[in-house]
């Protein structure tokens, strides 16, 4: 088909109704959409002490990745047993690590596959079987995309 045949006005209402409104809840240290949050609450938790999973470092500085076990090239990385240092709340961000608790970071919290949940958060936006009245109770904003 020639483009040349579509009438502007027409492309442009149809990149309009492209654009989407996204809706985020806003928590303690930010605000996560509320898509994300939907998807979290579909994940299985289970409750847990932190220990630091096992790394890849580039030996040439800078990157670090989760090492679950994939394929990689020892002459750019390194595996580091333990060297994961924390991971953060995918709710409000909480830092969770290794060893003793301090005001600085929880020890323990709700893991799945990769993420974590600190316990508060759990309590208040994962547990609660009635998502609306989590969202009831905070503020949500929208944003276009
Ligand atoms: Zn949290």
Known sequence: MDKSNIPMKKLNSSLKMESEIK???LVQNGEIPVDYLIE?????WEF???SCPD???AINGGSTWLYTGQKYDESKVTLIKGGWAHDHCEIC???ISEGEATSEYEVEG?????EW???NCFTDFIQ???LNSILKNHRIIEKSL
């Open 40 to 44: 979290l609450r579909q994940y299985a």
């Open 55 to 57: 790394a890849l470092i």
């Open 110 to 114: 709700y893991h799945s596959e990769f």
């Open 48 to 50: 847990r002490k932190y």
């Open 23 to 25: 809706k985020y809840l």
């Open 117 to 119: 949940i600190c316990k």
């Open 128 to 130: 609660p079987m009635d």
């Open 93 to 95: 961000y909480a830092t």
